[in-house]
């Protein structure tokens, strides 16, 4: 049988960047293929270019053994190419139905229609256990089932090839299996599913082959059932990763921040967080575990004054935090990072970076005033050994300063989030889902940097949906469920089941 896909010999630079060097691979009709690779390697520029977004600079693609063009996505379409995109592209206000047929042919089609769509959409998700109501609206849906629209969406459009890029990066444990399920699913009906994870335990899980991409070329290509996690960890990186990283005993000094009856509704009166009452130590990392949307984005939010809360207390060296008396937020950010609150984001691209700025300029971002001289002017000479230090630290790729940072990869970005924050010797650092979309190499590194402020002294509040982050990094877990904390835990007790329950906790109302 021919491959589905034939990559052979693609090769596409973008400027100085070699993105892809001669990549050559199949992927088998009917199977799961995982592709991996280090941040940057060049995963998400190839599926672009066979989802026509790009077009390689020297290579051909074969479908089904012939050789295609592919100059645009809609060309990609006709050919039953779906690719679903690691940032939704869905429009919020619209129901499931309508986001479907907005990019179906033909645009918005008339109500006749829309039944006999409606109908169909139905049938898909019984056939693929989608339990998605077409005439939901997108934002009253889980990111999982927003998800579910995207995969609807391709398989409406007949999609035999599916490309999914990092989709599980967003999900909790329970969306990643009924995710899985699908592509079960999609696999027995004899389709063909490329799968881009940084997770390999995922690789482990579904895939039939793996191709591992390293510096823009196939480092290696392999049978799933014949290989391991620490094999591919080997190809991916070039030397073992280390799982468990070493730490200091547990002496956590003085308080640092102290959150009492700290309480938030929005303009509606809905409850988004009761009564939070934890505080921090000097030297010691607490982590909030939870299913994301219960309240912790929230909570990071107020603690980096991006918020203000609607009642309670926050304490930070023993000085009450300014919200009280004031209208809105402006100015909090900095002011509390001006007394040592640093800020690593969750969601990177809205709030940790400014897309189209350098990456020069995005490495003194709400840390202007300290690379000013004397009379107002920056100075530039500063920022330009800060940033070249911080690159060369955190081994961001390319090492390339006056790079727009919206085209570096994810995992580099994080690379200058996390830099940033760092290099501003924070006393209390908060960080949200810092490994989000990270290879396991920078990981590795993030969380011993991690490890080494801790060792430092510096208070850290961790927010992670990976029990397997916050198991590596926190001294105390506490858990949160519908904008209340459910429990708290020790690392020593550290359990699956009962974080498990907690996060799916009940609380009182
Ligand atoms: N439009 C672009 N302009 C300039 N450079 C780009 C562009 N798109 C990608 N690159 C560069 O090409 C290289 C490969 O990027 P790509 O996004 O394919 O990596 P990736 O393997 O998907 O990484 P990640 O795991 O972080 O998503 C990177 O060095 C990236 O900075
Ligand atoms: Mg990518």
């Known amino acids: 049988m021919q491959p589905a896909v034939e990559f052979r010999s693609i090769s596409k630079a973008f400027g100085a960047v070699q993105a892809n060097a001669d990549v050559s691979f199949s992927i088998a009709k009917g199977s799961i293929h995982g592709v991996i690779g280090e941040n940057g390697a060049g995963k998400s520029t190839l599926m672009s270019i066979l989802y026509g977004y790009y077009q390689a600079d020297s290579g051909q693609i074969l479908l089904d053994g012939q050789a295609r063009s592919i100059p645009n996505s809609h060309a990609a379409i006709g050919l039953g190419i779906g690719m679903v995109h690691q940032h939704f592209m869905l429009v919020d206000n619209f129901t499931v139905l309508d986001n479907v047929m907005l990019g179906a042919e033909g645009g918005i089609q008339l109500a006749s229609q829309r039944a006999a769509v409606e109908a169909r959409l139905r049938e898909i998700c019984a056939t693929y256990q989608l339990e998605l109501d077409p005439l939901a609206k997108i934002e009253d849906l889980s990111v999982g089932a927003q998800q579910r629209v995207e995969i609807l969406k391709q398989i409406y459009r007949s999609a035999n090839i599916l490309i999914l890029d990092e989709p599980t990066a967003v999900l909790t444990a329970q969306e990643t299996a009924s995710l899985f399920q699908i592509l079960r699913l999609f696999k027995e009906q004899g389709k063909t599913i490329i799968l881009i994870t940084h997770k390999l335990q995922e690789i482990m899980d579904i895939t039939d082959e793996v191709t591992v991409m390293r510096a823009g070329r196939v480092a290696g290509a392999v049978r799933t059932a014949e290989t391991s996690k620490e094999a591919l960890a080997n190809l991916m990186v070039g030397r073992p990763i280390q799982n468990e990283l070493p730490r200091a005993p547990y002496k956590p000094g003085a308080s640092v921040l102290?959150?009492?009856?700290?309480?938030?509704?929005?303009?509606?009166?809905?409850?988004?967080?009761?009564?939070?009452?934890?505080?921090?130590?000097?030297?010691?990392?607490?982590?909030?575990?939870?299913?994301?949307?219960?309240?912790?984005?929230?909570?990071?939010?107020?603690?980096?004054?991006?918020?203000?809360?609607?009642?309670?207390?926050?304490?930070?060296?023993?000085?009450?935090?300014?919200?009280?008396?004031?209208?809105?937020?402006?100015?909090?950010?900095?002011?509390?990072?001006?007394?040592?609150?640093?800020?690593?984001?969750?969601?990177?691209?809205?709030?940790g970076v400014i897309k189209d700025f350098s990456v020069m300029q995005n490495t003194v971002f709400g840390y202007q005033d300290r690379v000013t001289k004397a009379g107002g002017l920056f100075d530039f000479k500063a920022i330009a050994a800060r940033c070249a230090g911080l690159l060369k630290a955190f081994d961001v790729r390319p090492n390339n300063p006056d790079l727009r940072i919206g085209l570096l990869s994810g995992g580099n970005q994080q690379k200058v989030v996390i830099a940033r924050e760092v290099l501003a010797q924070p006393k209390l650092l908060l960080v949200g889902q810092p490994t989000r979309g990270v290879d396991i190499g920078t990981i590795e590194a993030i969380h011993t940097e991690l490890l080494r402020l801790r060792d430092a002294g510096v208070a850290i509040l961790l927010v992670s949906v990976e029990l397997e982050e916050v198991r590596a990094l926190a001294d105390r877990i506490i858990v949160m469920s519908g904008g209340a904390i459910t429990g708290e835990l020790a690392i020593d007790e550290f359990d699956t089941t009962r974080i498990g329950l907690l996060m799916g906790g009940m609380h009182k109302s």
């Open 258 to 351: 102290e959150v009492s009856g700290l309480q938030l509704r929005d303009a509606h009166g809905v409850q988004l967080l009761r009564d939070i009452n934890f505080s921090i130590r000097a030297g010691e990392i607490v982590a909030i575990a939870g299913v994301s949307g219960n309240g912790q984005s929230e909570l990071m939010a107020i603690l980096a004054g991006m918020r203000l809360p609607s009642a309670g207390q926050v304490r930070f060296l023993g000085q009450a935090l300014p919200y009280a008396g004031r209208k809105d937020a402006d100015g909090l950010p900095k002011t509390f990072r001006d007394l040592g609150i640093g800020h690593v984001p969750e969601d990177r691209l809205r709030d």
